[in-house]
């Protein structure tokens, strides 16, 4: 065997990255609004990995995306994929050296499954499926990620700084949570996330997140905390309220 063969190994991984969605050509426009949603006190060096999603981009290679890329990661946000449908803005991510994204083909897990027999079963009484949880009883240290696919997570131990919890449906964090936390990560805008002590960096709900670079209300800051979407805003809110 080759010395080189040792050197590295390829794994599958399942990564859930967060997507912005741009609706404009206008970089004046485009920094006005960023400075208006998250001010200008994030930590560019703390960035997170974002994919951005140009679906909505009639000409997206007439976009400056240098300038655009620069303005998102001054606001902490890493632009490191492209998504479209045309297969032309491939070779726009490529100039730039990022990843594509055919925005035209469903992720396996959400393509319709597909029985093979082939005539219909009669109607019957089903009962319904609960989702699964997975539970985790021991501490998430930084740099760890744990991602409840299909169902909810419920977290018994500290959650610590740089770690990242995701699930398709609800978070439950029965400690001081202090990483981030990504509840709906496939669209299930009903999600919640529940945190015993609420020190976290990131919180996210169906893809609209908000980062915690300043001090919270005394309300929730380290206490029993709800988040969750309200007229596709996320709400946090002390618990009991």
Not at 26 to 32: G, K, P, R, V
Not at 120 to 126: C, K
Not at 215 to 240: C, F, H, W
Request: aromatic fraction near 4%; include cysteine; proline fraction near 5%.
């Amino acid at each position: 065997m080759s010395p080189a063969a040792n050197l590295f190994d390829i794994k599958s991984a399942s990564l859930d990255l967060l997507a912005v969605m741009l609706r404009t050509t206008d970089c004046a426009q485009l920094e006005a609004a960023l400075d208006a949603r998250f001010g200008n006190k994030i930590d560019a060096s703390q960035s997170e990995a974002f994919l951005l999603d140009l679906d909505a981009i009639e000409q997206p290679a007439q976009l400056d995306l240098d300038q655009i890329r620069a303005l998102f990661l001054a606001k902490g946000i890493r632009i490191i994929a492209l998504r479209h449908r045309d297969m032309a803005v491939a070779e726009l991510a490529r100039q730039y050296g990022l990843a594509y994204v055919n925005a035209s083909a469903a992720p396996r897990s959400d393509l319709p499954a597909v029985e093979a027999s082939p005539a219909p079963a009669p109607a019957a009484a089903v009962a319904p499926v609960a989702a699964s949880t997975l539970v985790i009883d021991r501490p998430v240290r930084a740099g760890q990620q744990i991602y409840a696919k299909g169902g909810d997570l419920v977290v018994l131990a500290t959650v610590n700084v740089g770690a990242e919890l995701i699930a398709d449906g609800s978070i439950h964090v029965y400690a001081p949570m202090r990483g981030r936390a990504l509840a709906g990560a496939r669209g299930n805008t009903q999600a919640r996330i529940f945190v015993k002590a609420m020190e976290a960096e990131l919180v996210s709900i169906a893809g609209v997140y908000r980062t915690i670079e300043q001090a919270l209300p005394d309300s929730i800051q380290g206490k029993p905390t709800q988040i969750y979407l309200e007229n596709e805003r996320l709400v946090m809110t002390a618990l009991g309220e």
